[in-house]
C-alpha cells in the first residue's frame, strides 16, 4: 500500500502561508531538525514560496524531510506547481525514493515534458528499465513529445531481452524528431547498440556525428572494448589521440581492460603511469581495471599490492583478485582471499563463488571442495545452473565423480553446460561407458549436445580404448551440425595411436581439413613412444619443435622414446638440443593432503620433516613388493645408467614417497589421494596397484592426463593410459 505523503494537520514549523502571500527569499541555513522545530527562524519573514522551497529541497536529505515538504506544498497549493513539482520528483529519485515521487507525478493532472523528463530519469536512474519504458510510452499516447532531454533517460532503459528492438524504435523516432545531430542522444544511441552487441549499428551512429567529443569517442571505445574486440577499440583510441583529444577516467577504464585482454602488460603500464599523472589512482573502476590488467599478464603481486591499496573493496574488486589467483594457478590465495572476503560480511556473487570452485578444481584437494560444496549446499546460489556446473567439474577434478554426479542428479534445471560437465567429469575418469549413457539420456530428455559434450565423450572413449565407439561418436558430430576443433582431432589421433593404429592415426591427420596443431602431433609422438616408432616420433617431434620450440615436455617425450629403444645418441643429442635453448626438464612433483595440510615430495626428496621414517618405511614396502613379484622395467629409465641405479631411480619417484607417507599418517583403510604433474610412469603404474592390494587401501592418483583409481590390486584405467 503506497504512504500518504500529506499530513492531516499542517506542520507547525512552517508558517501559515498563501500562494498570495507577499514574501521575500529566505537566507539559506543548513536543513536541521533544530531548524525545522524552531518556527521563529521562519515566522515574520516574507519570502517567494518558489524560493522557499526549492530552498528546502536543495538542503534534504532524508524521506523525513520530503515527507514535511509534501504536506507544506500542499497546505500552501503549489502541488500544481510544475516547477517546485519538478524538483521534487527529482530529489525524490536522488535519495532513493522512486515511489514518493512517482506518487506526487502521478497528482500532476497534465504533466509537461521537464515532469516526464523527471520521473523517466528516476526510473532509469534506479535501473527500474521496464518502468521507464513504460512511462515514456505512456507519455507519448498523452501526445507529450520527448526532447533532448529525455531520450538519453530512455536510451539508458532500453536493456533485457527486447533491448536491441526498444533501442532501435527509439532511433526511428530520434531521426522523426530531428535530435540525429545531438551529441548527447547519439551517444546514447551508441551505448544501448553496444549493449546488445550489434558493433555495427554503434559503428554507423558514431561515423555520422559531426561534432565528436571525448564522450562520443569513449562511448564507442567502450562498445568495441566490451564486446570482445580490444584490438579494433585500441584502434580507434589510437586515431581519438590523434585529434589531440585528452581522455578521461571513463576512457582509460576501457581502453585498460583492452590491453588487459591482449595481455599486453607494457602498453597497460603507460596507461597505468598516465592514471597516475591524472591522479585518478582511486577511482573504483579504474582501480579494477589496473588489477584485471595485471592479474590478466600473470603479474599477480602488482595486481594484490594495487588491491590491498583499497580499504573498501565492492565485489568487483574482490572477484577481480580471487579470479586473478585461481587463473595464475594461486590457488590456495584464492581460496584465502575468498574467506576473507566472508569474514568482511561482504556478499560475494556466482562469479566470486565460480572463481573460488576453480581455486579448489585446480588445487585438487577434496577436502577443499568438501567445504566449498557445503558453503554452496548452505548459501542461495545452491540452484544456480552455472554454479552447479563448476561443482560438478570441480568434484571431478579433486577425485570424487560419486560427488560430481550427486550434484548433477539434484541439480534441477540441467542445461547443455551441466550435462556436459557431467560427461567431462566421466571421461577424466576413464568411465567412458557411464559418459556415454548420460549422452543417451541428455538426448532423451531434449538437450542438444555442444563441442565441449564431444570432448567428453572421445575423451572417455580414449582413456577407456574403445576405438570403434569414439569413431562412431567423432562421426556423429556432423548430425549436430559441430565442426571438429583440434581438441577433438587431437582426441582422435590420441584414440587410434594409443591402440596401435599408428599408420590409421597418420593417415587421419593427413586428411585433417585444418592444419595440425600442437595437440595433434603431440598425441602422435606420445603414441610412437608408448609403440617405439622411431621414425613417427621424430617425424612428430619435428613439427612439435617447428610450432611450439619452448615446451619442454616434447623434447622429454622425444628422449624417452630413444631411451626406450637404447639409442644413447639420440637421447644424447636431444640433451644438447635443450641445452642450446635454454631448456630444463620439468621435476616431478606430487602432493597428497593429511589433515587439510598439503605435502609435497619430489624424486628422492630428504626435505620432509619426517624424512627418515618414509625412507625407512618406503624401504620396507619396496621389499614387500619385490617378494610379490614386482619387477622394475629399467628400459623406462632415461639415462644409459647401471641396471642398480636406474632402479633405484624409479623406485624413488615422487608419487611412491607421497605413498608411503599417506600409509604411515593415515588410518587403515582411508583412501589415498595424490596429485602428479606430470604421467605417471609404467613402474609407478604398476607398484601402486600392487600397493593397494597388499595395503588393503584405495588409492586415487590424478596425473597429468588423467586419474587413476587403483584398488584391490587394480586400476580404473584397465592399464591403458
Not at 526549492?54 to 534534504?60: A, E, K, M, P, V
Not at 631411451?563 to 626438464?585: D, F, H, I, T, Y
Amino acid at each position: 500500500m503506497s504512504r500518504n505523503f500529506a499530513l492531516s494537520k499542517p506542520l507547525s514549523i512552517f508558517p501559515r502561508i498563501s500562494p498570495s502571500t507577499k514574501i521575500q527569499t529566505l537566507n539559506p541555513q543548513p536543513f536541521t531538525d533544530h531548524n525545522l522545530n524552531n518556527p521563529s527562524n521562519i515566522n515574520n519573514i516574507t519570502f517567494n514560496p518558489e524560493t522557499f522551497f526549492t530552498s528546502l529541497l536543495d538542503r534534504s536529505t532524508c524521506r523525513r524531510h520530503l515527507n514535511q515538504i509534501h504536506s507544506q506544498i500542499i497546505v500552501t497549493g503549489l502541488q500544481f506547481n510544475g516547477f517546485v513539482i519538478t524538483k521534487f520528483i527529482h530529489l525524490g529519485s536522488n535519495l532513493g525514493e522512486i515511489s514518493c515521487a512517482r506518487k506526487v507525478f502521478d497528482e500532476f493532472p497534465e504533466p509537461y515534458v521537464f515532469l516526464w523528463n523527471a520521473i523517466i530519469r528516476g526510473y532509469s536512474k534506479e535501473n527500474m528499465f521496464s518502468e521507464a519504458i513504460m512511462l515514456y510510452t505512456r507519455m507519448q499516447n498523452m501526445g507529450v513529445g520527448p526532447d533532448c532531454f529525455t531520450l538519453p533517460h530512455v536510451l539508458k532503459a532500453c536493456g533485457g531481452a527486447a533491448a536491441f528492438e526498444v533501442g532501435r524504435a527509439v532511433h526511428a523516432q530520434i531521426f522523426r524528431r530531428g535530435f540525429e545531430a545531438d551529441g548527447f542522444v547519439q551517444n546514447g544511441l551508441v551505448a544501448v547498440y553496444a549493449k546488445c552487441g550489434r558493433i555495427d549499428n554503434a559503428g554507423m551512429v558514431f561515423e555520422r556525428l559531426g561534432d565528436r567529443t571525448v564522450v562520443s569517442w569513449t562511448s564507442i571505445i567502450s562498445a568495441y572494448a566490451q564486446n570482445g574486440k580490444p584490438v579494433e577499440a585500441l584502434r580507434i583510441f589510437k586515431k581519438m589521440r590523434m585529434y589531440g583529444l585528452q581522455p578521461d577516467w571513463i576512457t582509460l577504464v576501457s581502453v585498460i581492460s583492452a590491453y588487459a585482454d591482449i595481455e599486453d602488460l607494457g602498453q597497460g603500464e603507460s596507461c597505468h603511469s598516465c592514471v597516475i599523472r591524472m591522479g585518478l589512482e582511486s577511482e573504483p573502476d579504474l582501480r579494477i581495471a589496473l588489477v584485471t590488467l595485471y592479474a590478466k599478464c600473470g603479474n599477480i603481486m602488482v595486481a594484490k599490492s594495487l588491491f590491498d591499496e583499497v580499504e573498501t573493496c565492492n565485489v568487483i574488486m574482490w572477484n577481480t583478485m580471487i579470479s586473478g589467483f585461481a587463473k595464475n594457478g594461486y590457488c590456495d590465495e584464492a581460496i584465502v582471499l575468498f574467506k576473507r572476503m566472508l569474514s568482511k560480511n561482504v556478499k560475494p556473487d556466482s562469479v566470486t563463488v565460480c572463481s573460488t570452485i576453480l581455486a579448489c578444481a585446480q588445487l585438487g584437494s577434496l577436502e577443499e571442495a568438501r567445504k566449498m560444496g557445503g558453503y554452496i549446499d548452505q548459501s542461495e546460489f545452491k540452484t544456480d545452473v552455472f554454479v552447479n556446473s563448476a561443482l560438478i567439474d570441480m568434484y571431478a577434478k579433486c577425485g570424487s565423480v560419486d560427488l560430481a554426479r550427486k550434484v548433477f542428479d539434484k541439480t534441477k534445471t540441467k542445461d547443455i553446460v551441466v550435462w556436459s560437465s557431467m560427461i567431462v567429469g566421466y571421461g577424466l575418469h576413464g568411465k567412458a561407458h557411464e559418459a556415454i549413457n548420460l549422452f543417451n539420456l541428455m538426448k532423451q530428455a531434449g538437450v542438444g549436445p555442444n563441442d565441449v559434450t564431444f570432448i567428453g565423450l572421445l575423451t572417455a572413449c580414449n582413456h577407456a580404448g574403445l576405438v570403434e565407439e569414439g569413431w562412431r561418436i567423432f562421426n556423429s558430430m556432423k548430425d549436430y551440425n559441430i565442426e571438429p576443433r583440434h581438441q577433438h582431432y587431437a582426441c582422435v589421433v590420441d584414440l587410434l595411436g594409443r591402440a596401435g593404429c599408428l599408420d590409421r592415426a597418420y593417415d587421419f591427420i593427413k586428411k585433417m581439413p585444418i592444419k595440425p596443431g600442437v595437440s595433434v602431433w603431440g598425441a602422435l609422438l606420445s603414441a610412437s613412444r608408448i609403440y617405439r616408432h622411431v621414425a613417427l616420433g621424430e617425424y612428430s617431434a619435428e613439427h612439435l619443435f617447428s610450432l611450439d620450440p619452448y615446451n619442454t615436455g616434447h623434447y622429454v617425450q622425444l628422449s624417452n622414446l630413444y631411451a626406450s629403444v637404447r639409442m644413447w645418441s639420440g637421447v644424447a643429442r636431444v640433451r644438447v638440443l635443450m641445452k642450446e635453448r635454454g631448456l630444463a626438464k620439468d621435476m616431478g612433483c606430487s602432493m597428497i593432503e593429511i589433515k587439510g595440510r598439503l605435502h609435497v615430495f619430489r624424486m628422492g626428496d630428504v626435505s620432509h620433516p619426517r624424512s627418515d621414517e618414509i625412507f625407512k618405511e618406503h624401504k620396507r614396502l619396496d621389499a614387500r613388493l619385490k617378494e610379490a613379484g614386482l619387477v622394475a622395467d629399467t628400459e623406462s629409465a632415461l639415462h644409459d645408467l647401471s641396471y642398480e641405479d636406474k632402479e633405484e631411480s624409479i623406485c624413488n619417484h615422487s608419487e611412491r614417497l607421497a605413498i608411503v607417507y599417506g600409509l604411515m599418517s593415515t588410518p587403515s583403510g582411508t583412501t589415498l589421494r595424490i596429485t602428479k604433474n606430470l604421467r605417471a610412469c609404467v613402474n609407478c603404474h604398476a607398484a601402486i596397484k600392487l600397493i593397494s592390494r597388499l595395503e588393503n587401501r584405495e588409492i586415487v592418483v590424478r596425473d597429468a592426463n588423467r586419474f587413476h583409481h587403483f584398488k584391490n590390486g587394480e586400476c580404473s584405467c584397465g592399464d591403458y593410459w
